[in-house]
């Protein structure tokens, strides 16, 4: 189970921080990440952090977003700074059983029921 929090309204050049806790699976060596969506539009990666710490982010979050990870609480946390109107969108938070991570959103296994974001 996904469980996202910190999603809310902020307005252009603010910052939010979005958390996920992934529960029922002990295993820490797996992909985390997050995608979001816009009204319209298909889901798409933001950014993603491997069984191996390997990061990569979508060019729209480069430099703007963080994203980071504990293993410990298997949970995973997306720092987002400098927030565009275009970044206003459905959160989600997604877990793939691999080390690897994928950019397709269908590749992953588990969701979070997502957390909106909305930048005026």
């Known amino acids: 189970q996904l469980v996202e929090s910190g999603g809310g309204l902020v307005q252009a050049g603010g910052s939010l921080r979005l958390s996920c806790a992934f529960s029922?699976?002990?295993?820490?060596?797996?992909?985390m990440g997050w995608f979001r969506q816009a009204p319209g539009k298909e889901r798409e990666r933001v950014a993603t952090?491997?069984?191996?710490?390997?990061?990569n982010y979508a060019d729209s979050a480069k430099g703007r977003f963080t994203i980071t990870r504990d293993k410990d609480k298997n949970a995973v946390y997306l720092q987002m700074d400098s927030l565009k109107i275009s970044d206003t969108g459905t959160y989600y938070c997604?877990?793939?059983?691999?080390?690897?991570?994928?950019?397709?959103?269908?590749?992953?296994?588990?969701w979070g029921q997502g957390t909106q974001v909305t930048v005026s």
């Open positions: 029922g699976y002990t295993y820490s060596g797996h992909c």
């Open positions: 997604a877990v793939r059983l691999n080390s690897g991570c994928p950019i397709r959103p269908e590749d992953f296994t588990y």
């Open positions: 952090y491997g069984g191996y710490g390997r990061i």
